[in-house]
């Protein structure tokens, strides 16, 4: 199985934190009681919050200049496994690992399962691939896939997603996610119209080899690969195309993928309205594209995110479930360390929208105070929530403080031995 770190090694390195931990965590209480808040409900809650990771998430990332790869890359989908297992073992908020074919793709599903079992791990929504060419693919992705001018590359590219759906049955996953790479680099060289009809042509087909308990999860982004427009530019045409295949259709947010300044809670609210969140990707920019860590660079929007979501919850909205997931690019820290963080940081957001008092906003909405709205959200966002992370980590037998711990390991040394590098970038982000 690997180098693993052992629940006597986290508990060990927790011993000398936990008086701390349990003061940090009465002082939070007393304060928020005052604000009539009981901080036993709210660790709770935060103790049952997930977010997955993507199978690809553990390898270093890259940019089309350069990768930079990491000692103890893990070189298959076992040993990224085994990556997400420790990533679990010490935040336990991240049960759930997002396979990507043909990335990921075994001879014996049932021994992958197997391996997840033991690792106390599932599966998430399986992710199809057809932005790159696979060795004797027969027909080639350079100029689309289920958009394609050519109908057997379409064929190709349909396939495709239906042997991920089954692939990802035999895994105990049921959700596909299709992100599409198809696109144009020119104006003029794609009919818009006509190249969408083709897409969603080649859904239909995807859709109807869906299990009735699956769903389908379309994730826009508004550039790259292709630079002039994207099929699947963003959430118009992703809820439009949703709406057209069915109730199991969704949209799919992925942060990263929206022009800058957008306002993204709001498209998130509006796909909670017409029942059409499929789920997130996390992750964080400065400038495009889903490069940074979750909550590095826009804390306060991953805040009004969550802050959408809990209201959803709060009031019980209906067809409301969506699923969590990061994806993220690391090129310049070990990724277990930056999704271990990412994952916090998630729950952290999560935990501060639950501090909003949601009949004292509406009471400010209704009579229109535009500043005491405001700052009730600041309150809960200001509101240092660690030690309820800490103690929600903890009791489900999580590490008080996860990196430390991880470096404390020397995990990433020890594994650098059983893996030695394979000088590819097999496991590297797209
Ligand atoms: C590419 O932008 C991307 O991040 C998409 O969001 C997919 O979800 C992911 O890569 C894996 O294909
Ligand atoms: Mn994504």
Redesign the pocket.
């Known amino acids: 199985m690997g180098y693993t770190i052992t629940p006597e090694f986290v508990a060990e390195h927790n011993e000398s934190h936990l008086p701390t931990v349990k003061q940090d965590h009465d002082a939070l209480g007393e304060r928020l009681e005052k604000r009539g808040i009981s901080i036993a409900d709210i660790t709770e809650k935060a103790s049952r919050f997930q977010v997955a990771v993507?199978s690809?998430g553990v390898g270093t990332g890259g940019t089309r200049f350069a990768r930079f790869p990491n000692v103890g890359e893990p070189r298959n989908i076992f040993e990224k496994m085994n990556d997400c297992g420790v990533i679990n073992q010490l935040v336990r908020c991240t049960g759930k690992v997002s396979p990507?074919f043909p990335w990921d793709k075994v001879e014996d599903a049932g021994e992958l399962k197997q391996h997840a079992d033991n690792l106390g791990l599932g599966f998430d929504g399986v992710?199809s691939?057809t932005?790159q060419d696979q060795a004797n693919q027969e027909h080639s992705y350079k100029y689309g896939s289920l958009s394609h001018t050519n109908k057997a590359t379409r064929e190709q590219a349909i396939a495709h997603n239906v042997e991920c759906i089954k692939l990802g049955q035999k895994l105990g996953s049921n959700a596909l996610?299709v992100?599409l790479?198809d696109g144009s680099n020119f104006p003029g060289q794609q009919h818009f119209q006509h190249s969408l009809e083709r897409y969603l042509d080649s859904m239909k087909a995807i859709y109807a080899a869906l299990p009735g308990d699956w769903t389908m999860s379309i994730?826009h982004?508004m550039f790259?690969p292709a630079f002039y427009s994207t099929v699947m530019q963003d959430w118009g045409t992703n809820i439009l195309c949703a709406m057209e295949l069915g109730e199991k259709a969704k949209s799919l947010v992925?942060l990263?993928?929206h022009a800058p300044n957008v306002n993204i809670e709001m498209i998130v609210s509006r796909l909670i309205q017409f029942k059409k969140l499929a789920g997130f990707?996390f992750n964080d920019s400065k400038y495009g594209?889903?490069d940074l860590d979750s909550g590095s660079i826009h804390p306060y929007q991953q805040f009004l995110i969550f802050n959408e979501l809990v209201d959803a919850e709060y009031r019980k909205q209906e067809g409301f479930n969506p699923s969590y997931m990061l994806?993220q690019?690391h090129n310049v820290t070990d990724p277990v360390e930056s999704l271990m963080n990412s994952a916090i940081e998630v729950q952290r957001s999560y935990v501060q929208a639950l501090l909003v008092n949601r009949e004292t906003l509406y009471g400010y909405q209704e009579s229109n105070d535009a500043l005491m709205a405001s700052n009730t959200l600041k309150e809960a966002f200001n509101t240092d929530v660690s030690s309820i992370l800490v103690m929600a980590r903890t009791n489900n037998g999580g590490a008080v403080a996860p990196i430390q711990a991880f470096r404390d390991s020397q995990y990433r040394s020890k594994v650098a031995v059983e893996r030695p590098s394979t000088g590819q970038s097999g496991s590297g982000?797209?």
Request: charged share 30%; net charge negative; hydrophobic share 25%.
């Open positions: 993507p690809w990507h992710n691939n932005f996610t992100w790479a994730e982004k790259e992925d990263g993928h990707h594209d889903d994806d690019s982000i797209v």
